[in-house]
């Protein structure tokens, strides 16, 4: 539309300075003394959320967009990326996506070659209100991309997790928002750092104990009635190691274990976990499922890996484990495991879905110039692969955490509660990491919601970001 107009600014002008001299001489005035190029602009597609509010253009000339770093997205900032602008190029090679969304769907959103936006100016050399116009022509304008994040729930995020970095002196933080029904990535919040840290990957601490428990039970070394006494230590090939927080549980399920994050019990359950490899190290059955949930091996990253993941940082698991330590290190979250706040959100997600969850997503769809759809590739299933008592009894243990465990000290009461696990990971330089991942709310859930806190101290802080980003999204949409 806009180029229509400014095509009628041209044809108007051209035909009131034709009136008043020869038609050579227009064009020599024109190019000469009337019009001043103002630029060169990269036509591209722009970035909304899902219901089709922008995160990109929003200080585009004439529906023309002018990216520049300065420019970049106000929210979703490490969603969106950045793209880079190289003014000698006039081809669509001057403006490309270097990160984010803005790199990777770069040939989508390409509008093609640059064009060249001029402008009327009187004799002093300023613009008149003739307006601008466009000097070449230019058919292919790129496609729009509506992702499925929601502007208001992303944006609320970002201030929280700003607030919050700035209030109690942490660095990164980030939060990924996952409807539960289709898979949907209604937020993913990152704030410190250049990078996006929802998909860095960092030692998760006790949430990893999840894994754990499930498996165990799937393999019926645990039922609803067994038990684990925890006096407080554990040996671990002959070094002692305490439980969590210097803590003695005592005698307890393996549910409320879970809710509390009792480290000997998790340890033991671990270690009977384990197979021996022909090669003389122990296989896992934990690690073997985290691995079908999508975390790879160190140094062989997935190929499944999620769109806006970095090369060079994926979830892992070691491959094989080589003494008790190893065993203690990996039950605990520790040592060579890492995992990003966007797996985390996503195995609590298929959790609370009872077992199977669409593959998270952060592309809706995409239209191109002339607003037609473009085909995206099918959606995939996440099934975590276990039995309907396992993931009932999950449930029930993740909801120890939130009723009299860990997580005790958050109130969602008022919304339905909630279930989930923190997770506090040693870091053998400063202050341990905090996680907490969980859903809401308890009964029928609707969110899964994943929360990182660079040496955040512990999982219990976590656990209150969460409760707070949870109360935020019922004050954004109260029903
Ligand atoms: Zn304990």
Known sequence: MCFVITGLFLVNAFNLYKRMMGAEEVVSALSDQYVKPVGIFYPRGNIYDSRGIRFTNTQGICGIYAPSKA???????????????????????????????????DSLLSGGSAV?????????????DAGYYVLNDHINEGCDIYLTLDYHIQKRYEEVLKEYSAQNNVKNLSAVLIEIKTGNILAMASEGGEMN???????????????????????????????????????????????????????????????????CCFYTLA????????????GSYVLDKARLWGFSSYGQPNKDRFPLE??????????????????????????????????????????AGGGVMNEPKIVDRITDAAGNIVPLEDEKVFDLGLKAETIEWLKGAMLQTAISGTAAGVDLNATGGFAGKTGTAENASDKP???????????????????????????????????????????????
């Open 271 to 282: 270690k009977e976990l384990t197979y021996e490899l022909p090669n003389g190290a122990m």
């Open 310 to 351: 970095y090369e060079e940082h994926y979830s892992f698991v070691p491959e094989m484990l080589y003494n008790e330590m190893d065993i203690f290190n990996c039950a605990l979250g520790e040592g060579r495991t890492q995992a990003s706040c966007l797996i985390m959100a996503k195995i609590t997600g298929a959790i």
């Open 71 to 105: 420019e970049s997205a106000a929210v979703a900032k490490n969603v969106v990326g950045e793209v880079a602008i190289d003014k000698d190029k006039t081809t669509s090679e001057g403006c490309k996506g270097i990160s984010g969304i803005q790199a990777l769907y």
């Open 197 to 263: 840290n929802a998909v860095l990957s960092y030692q998760p601490g006790s949430i990893m104990k999840i894994i754990t428990a499930a498996v165990a039970y799937e393999r019926g070394l645990i039922d609803e009635s067994t038990t684990y006494d925890c006096d407080g230590k554990v040996d671990v090939g002959g070094h002692e190691r305490g439980c969590a927080g210097g803590a003695v549980h005592g005698n307890i399920t393996i549910a409320r274990a879970l809710g509390v994050s009792c480290n």
């Open 433 to 479: 990491h905090g996680w907490f991942t969980g859903y809401f709310p308890a009964n029928s859930p609707e969110y899964s919601l994943c929360v990182f806190i660079e040496q955040g101290t512990s999982g219990i802080k976590a656990a209150g970001l969460f409760g707070i980003l949870a109360k935020e999204l019922y004050n954004i949409y109260p029903d």
């Open 116 to 128: 060249k936006l001029n402008a009327y100016v009187d004799a002093m050399g300023n613009v008149t």
